[in-house]
């Protein structure tokens, strides 16, 4: 199962943005735990993910998080604004598997 947490504002536009990374990888039979999280509270997720994502609305906290990720040995990823604002599943999922090079059911390589 890949892990995931998407470091946000807490908006709606991240609870549209989680739901449709859930529904693209249900649809392409991955299992995918993804949650969000303000920026102020990364730390105390940290341990419970595998990779993090910047929304981008928060690229501000990039290096703070960075820091965060290089301290729990972490992969981090900031997400585009034309990925995260997109309405296409498949585009927001293309992303998210380059970003992490997933493949073989959700194991990494």
Not at 5 to 34: H, P
Not at 56 to 68: F, G, R
């Amino acid at each position: 199962m890949v892990k995931i947490l998407v470091v946000c504002a807490m908006g709606i536009s991240t609870s549209i943005f989680v739901e449709k990374v859930k529904k693209s990888f249900l649809k392409n039979q991955m299992d995918i735990k993804i949650s969000a999280a303000p920026e102020i509270e990364v730390e105390d997720y940290i341990n419970q993910t595998d990779y993090i994502f910047i929304a981008p609305q928060v690229a501000y906290a990039e290096e703070e998080v960075k820091e965060l990720c290089k301290k729990y040995k972490k992969q981090m990823f900031l997400i585009p604004f034309d990925v995260y604002g997109s309405t296409d599943e498949k585009k927001i999922y293309d992303f998210i598997i380059k970003s992490l090079q997933i493949k073989n059911g959700g194991k990494n390589e």
